[in-house]
């Protein structure tokens, strides 16, 4: 009984230290195209280039990968995850044929991920609005 208790906490440890290793890559990730965009603007600068808002947007849309289409993103997120809520629940009740008990935990495991992609879908319609009012302030502030 020991060994299955020493089994379980190097699992748990594993997986948390998977999780870890993902979350400072992803960090790492961010920290390099960063740089990566503030070298380049460095370089432009030192060249002596004219270097107007246009190019400096387009520079960093293309290096910086500024998402354009987050609310589709946001849609698509929505829709897969919305979309694994009954397979949670199908799932479970498969299970359950040889587990009795299965089914319950898995079906609030499906309303879990229904609530993450109704709110992902919120947030998406959330985006569509923020950006309809930010181009008309644009627009507004450009025609003034």
């Not at 060994?3 to 699992?11: E, F, P, T």
């Not at 293309?62 to 987050?70: A, E, F, S, T, Y």
Request: net charge neutral; aromatic share 8%.
């Amino acid at each position: 009984m020991q060994g299955m208790g020493l089994g379980a906490g190097l699992s748990a440890l594993a997986f948390w230290g998977f999780i870890a290793a993902v979350v400072v890559a992803g960090i790492w990730y961010d920290v390099r195209k960063r740089e990566a965009q503030h070298e380049t603007l460095r370089r432009l600068i030192e060249s002596g280039q004219p270097i107007d808002q246009v190019v400096i947007d387009r520079l960093l849309s293309v290096i910086g990968g500024n998402n354009r289409n987050l609310d589709r993103d946001l849609k698509v997120a929505g829709v897969i995850t919305l979309s694994s809520a009954p397979g949670f629940a199908l799932m479970g009740w498969f299970i359950g044929f040889a587990s009795p008990g299965v089914f319950e935990p898995l079906l609030g495991v499906g309303s879990l991920a229904a609530c993450a992609g109704i709110g992902l879908l919120v947030a998406s319609k959330i985006v569509i609005r923020w950006n309809r009012e930010h181009r008309e302030s644009d627009s507004d502030m450009s025609g003034a």
